[in-house]
């Protein structure tokens, strides 16, 4: 990926922690913190009494089965009755916990109570459609709070989560139910989008006739839409339906600390997605302690994470991490930009948001719009502002440092991945920032830089990010794939986790994350997988082979760039190009944004068939192709 990484190397300015920030903040020294948590089994340990256990663990680590780590071992806990019930006996009962809002306007706000009795009533209407403990719930919905509520009662009753991000279309959605062979499915009627309503009805509609295992549909009216009773097929039912007169009671099921809590795709860079899955203790005690610490979450805090729950960045930074501190957690339905560029900077003003964290693709496209937007609000609630996903230009970190944060809220560039659950890489807000890093491993983490056989690099030289040791919110398998598991992440290095991006440390012992190492994608914040993206192009009909490589896009960050060889008698013309576009969009979603397209006659490959994706980047950029002995003639 072409970025400025000279820009990068250069980047000198560090800047000082902000001297009130670090007054209020729960943690004040960041560099003792750190040293705390090298004796990480303990760290994590007092983390974990914050939370409200059933029973005791008995032990904080289990390494005997490595990879497959078990945390606080024999504990029981349940997440909703952490992130919602134990709040209702306290004076938070009637405290905000979800602030609704969308780019219409509308806001809908739910206190922890209306919260909890909203939670049981739906887990009551699961139940009774016979949702056990350790069954699959998948949701397609929009940013609305019957997701937040119908996931919390999920984890109320020990069922397994599988959200889909409701930006994916037919394909994607198609692959990820059959793959966790989904009994229940929970849609909407649709989602706003600039001015304009999406039919994700449609999209399941069309989805269901290829998944064969969903037995219902719950539907939630989001949208006010005119689909009544006759519009549903027998195996649909609508969600107010659904919950009426339930009682707005329901006991907590008992989860040990290692039951399964939720499975979420995610690309990687060969064959289908893979069900990355989080179990039920350890998830809690990393992304609670992660969001409290880094963002330094008091319970008057007006906390917006702009990422989608669709993503892993909105399951832990969206609805659980937020609702396990007792905070108030604003949920956003729209774009950012709609009905105009100050959109975001009104709700900030509106509600006095205090810790903003969004995407640098976000910020980027903001800050098109030069500084106008930002500075007709009074964002002067801000206190600490985050971004994730991708690395950050030094750019754009600056432009949001002065026009949003007004040179006094310090930026959180967190580090981190669906497999991690929970930051991993990120400063405190006491530490010291340098426009373009994510500083160090949080508290209780061991990250390195290495060689491929696990030697650490030199200061200053690029190599493997890896994780030299266990962390509590890490992932514990990928969904019926162990094997997959150990390969990709644990046996490439052994001994470490594997992430999968490029970094380097600077003199400081600061990481500066360079970008994927493997084929995946990284377009406007969203992993896409090269080849699901080719798997797409071949479906087409005048498709016989294609490659996809990322190409530098300055505000998305890589769009596509898609070699094809085409059936005889085909052209790339106008048509054809329009025509593949919709395709992959319609397989795929909007998330894949294809920058170009071009015809080849043959693809560079290795002797056993495999597309040497590096040498057509290689040949895209003009830089050196490599070592290429293994390229078949
Ligand atoms: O390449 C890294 C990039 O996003 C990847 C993980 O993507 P995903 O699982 O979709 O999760 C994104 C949200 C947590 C990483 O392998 N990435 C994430 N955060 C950063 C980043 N790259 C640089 N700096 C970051 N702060």
Redesign the pocket.
């Known amino acids: 990926m072409k970025r400025d990484t000279t820009v990068l190397l250069d980047e000198k300015r560090i800047f000082k922690p902000n001297v009130e920030t670090v007054e209020r903040a729960h943690v004040k020294n960041w560099e003792t913190e750190i040293e705390k948590g090298k004796n990480f089994e303990k760290y994590w340990e007092e983390k974990a009494e914050d939370l409200d256990w059933f029973e005791r663990w008995d032990q904080v680590l289990d390494e005997s089965n490595k990879p497959f780590f078990k945390w606080f071992v024999n504990g029981k806990i349940n997440l909703a009755y952490n992130a919602v019930d134990r709040w209702i006996n306290t004076e938070k009962r009637n405290q905000v916990a979800i602030l609704y809002v969308n780019e219409r306007g509308d806001e809908k706000k739910l206190t922890y109570y209306e919260l909890y009795r909203e939670v049981n009533k739906m887990a009551n209407g699961l139940k009774n459609l016979g949702v056990k403990k350790g069954d699959t719930v998948s949701m397609y919905l929009p940013m609305c709070p019957e997701l937040l509520i119908s996931m919390l009662a999920c984890n109320k009753i020990g069922a397994v989560h599988s959200v889909v991000y409701s930006g994916l279309s037919v394909g994607a959605f198609v692959e990820r139910m059959n793959d966790a062979k989904v009994k229940i499915l929970i849609t909407a009627d649709g989602t706003y989008r600039r001015g304009k309503i999406i039919d994700l009805k449609k999209i399941s509609d069309e989805a269901m006739l290829q998944c064969p295992t969903i037995e219902t549909v719950i539907v939630v009216k989001h949208t006010g839409s005119k689909i009544d009773i006759s519009d549903l097929s027998g195996r649909e039912i609508f969600y107010e339906r659904l919950i009426e007169g339930e009682p707005a009671e329901c006991e907590c099921e008992p989860m040990d600390s290692e039951d399964p809590l939720f499975i979420l795709y ?1 690309s990687g860079s060969t064959g289908k997605p893979k069900g990355v899955l989080h179990t039920t203790g350890g998830y809690m005690v990393g992304v609670s302690t992660t969001l409290k610490n880094i963002f330094d979450i008091h319970e008057n805090d007006m906390w917006w994470c702009t990422g989608d729950i669709g ?3 909105g399951h832990s930074y969206v609805i659980y991490g937020p609702l396990l501190l007792g905070t108030t957690t604003v949920v956003y339905e729209g774009a950012p930009d709609y009905p105009d560029p100050g959109a975001w900077w009104n709700i900030v003003e509106k509600y006095g948001v205090t810790k903003f964290y969004t995407a640098p693709t976000a910020i980027r496209h903001l800050m098109r719009f030069g500084n106008k937007y930002p500075n007709l609000y009074n964002l002067s609630s801000l206190k600490i502002l985050g ?6 230009n030094p750019e754009a970190w600056m432009w949001y440092y002065k026009n949003v944060g007004k040179e006094k809220a310090p930026i959180m ?7 991690t659950g929970m930051h991993l890489i990120s400063p405190l807000p006491s530490a010291y920032l340098k426009p373009g890093s ?1 500083t160090k491993a949080v508290p209780g983490v061991d990250a390195d830089v290495v060689d491929e056989d696990g030697n650490p690099v030199p200061l200053g030289k690029g190599g493997y990010l890896v994780i030299k040791k266990p962390w509590p919110a890490m992932f514990r398998t990928l969904y019926e794939d162990e094997e997959r598991y150990k390969d990709v992440y644990w046996n490439q290095i052994p001994g470490y986790y594997k ?3 490029m970094a380097r440390k600077d003199e400081d012992g600061y990481f500066w ?1 360079q ?2 190492s493997d084929d995946v994608l ?1 377009i406007a ?3 896409v997988g090269t080849s699901e993206v080719e798997s797409a192009f071949v479906s087409h009909p005048a498709v016989v082979e294609a490659a996809v490589i990322g190409k530098h896009d300055p505000i998305k960050g890589q769009v596509i760039k898609a070699f094809v060889i085409l059936r005889e008698g085909y052209k790339l013309k106008t048509k054809l190009i329009e025509e593949l576009n919709k395709h992959v969009r319609y397989e795929l979603g909007p998330v894949a944004v294809i920058g170009d397209i071009e015809q080849v006659e043959s693809l560079p490959k290795t002797r056993s068939g495999k597309i040497m994706r590096r040498v057509l980047r290689a040949r895209e950029l003009g830089e050196d192709v490599g070592d290429t002995s293994t390229l078949e003639e």
């Open positions: 995610t993503w892993i960045t971004t994730v996903g991708e690395p950050i560039d967190t580090w981190w991945q669906t497999e994510a992430a999968g991006d994350i970008g994927r990284k914040g969203h992993r």
